[in-house]
Structures are given as C-alpha cells and as structure tokens.
C-alpha cells in the first residue's frame, strides 16, 4: 500500500513502550509524526529517539505527537530505552511501537528496498483530521533532521489558517509568500500589514499571525 500526501492515516492497534496504541483514539485531535526505525540497539536510530525526546516541550508547543516504531519486539525495546537515556541524556517522552509482526511497518509501506524485513527511516506527517499531510523516506545511514521536520510543521499550521504558501529555507516569523490565486484588492484586506509585489505572481508579506 502506498501512501499519499492527501490520504487518511491507516489506523491501527499495536503494542508501545506505553501499553497498547489504538492510533486513531491515541491521536485525538493532535497533529502526530510517525516515524520509523530499522531495528533496535542501532546507533543512528539512537540518537534520533533521543533527539525526539530532547525536542518534545517544542512538538508539545505545536500540539503534536510523536510516535516511533521499530520491528523488534517489547522487552528488547524496553531495553533500548535505558541506552538511549544513558548515551543521549534524553529519557524517551513518547510511545515506541513493539511492530514485531510488521503489521504497522506494512500498513505504512515502510519495508523497502534496503532489506526484505526492514523498515527505512519514513516519516509521516498527520493532521488534527487524520490525514496524511507530509511523507519522507531516509536512507538507513542517514539521520533525520528534525529541526526541518518541526519547520514543515509550523509552514503546515501556517498555511492552513492564511492563503500564503512559505518560501525555501523559510522558518517560523519570516516573510511568507501570498498564494497566486489571491488578487491584489483581496490581498489588500486579507494582510494589513502590506505585502511586496516583486512580480505579479510573487508577492510577500510579514508573518500574518500576531
């Protein structure tokens, strides 16, 4: 099954380091990130949990959920939990999924190329609606930036509450861009604080929350 930007979040009921998930009554009304971990007991998924947790107080601002997974079960996760806090200094904030079975890992397409039973380092991003609102995949060497992943985060909460879109190399309180479709005279009212026409399809405006 592949999973599309647009699509809803697959539900599911799995075991976690915080007792059994139903995900969709777990998610509630919150914003969630799901990502994923090729196995145990490896150095980069280490660092990036550890990282999560360092991190939670700024997904908590944002109202969103993290939730991992990896395809090994409970009691080595139980395991793992005490290196990370150890190494990383970061004692895990958030449910660890136990996907032994692969049920999670397949439901989401996170089996791929890199071995027949091991899940990449994907990344969903999912909406108080419970649709899929950004999708990332990483090679199994390479850790997960999550500053940018909180960036894409604050442009989606942005751009759903303004008709704006936000620039490259955006981040929260810059400038963003006016959508096309807005005409000037709409725009005159929907940002009081003035825009830029640089040409008639790119015009930008101060950060029109506050």
Wanted: some cysteine.
């Amino acid at each position: 099954m592949t999973i599309r930007l647009g699509d809803a979040a697959p539900d599911f009921t799995q075991d976690s380091t915080e007792g059994p998930i139903h995900f969709a009554d777990w998610k509630g009304d919150s914003w969630v990130i799901l990502f994923s971990h090729p196995a145990d007991f490896t150095p980069v998924c280490t660092t990036e949990l550890g990282q999560v947790a360092y991190l939670k107080p700024e997904f908590d601002k944002r109202n969103v959920k993290p939730i991992g997974l990896s395809v090994d079960g409970l009691e080595s996760h139980e395991k793992w939990v005490g290196d990370i806090k150890e190494t990383q200094g970061a004692a895990l904030n958030f449910p660890l999924l136990a996907d032994a079975d692969r049920k999670v890992a397949t439901l989401y397409d996170m089996i791929q190329g890199e071995g027949a039973t091991t899940t990449v380092r994907s990344v969903f991003i999912i909406d108080p609606k419970g649709v899929v609102r950004l999708t990332l995949t990483y090679p199994a060497a390479t850790g997960r930036n999550f500053d940018e992943i909180l960036r894409v985060i604050d442009s989606l909460q942005l751009t759903d509450g303004y008709k704006v879109a936000t620039p490259a190399n955006w981040k929260s309180g810059e400038d963003v861009v006016v959508l096309p479709a807005i005409k000037n005279e709409e725009a005159d009212k929907l940002f009081p604080k003035g825009y830029t026409e640089h040409k008639p399809y790119l015009r930008t405006t101060p950060d029109p929350r506050g």
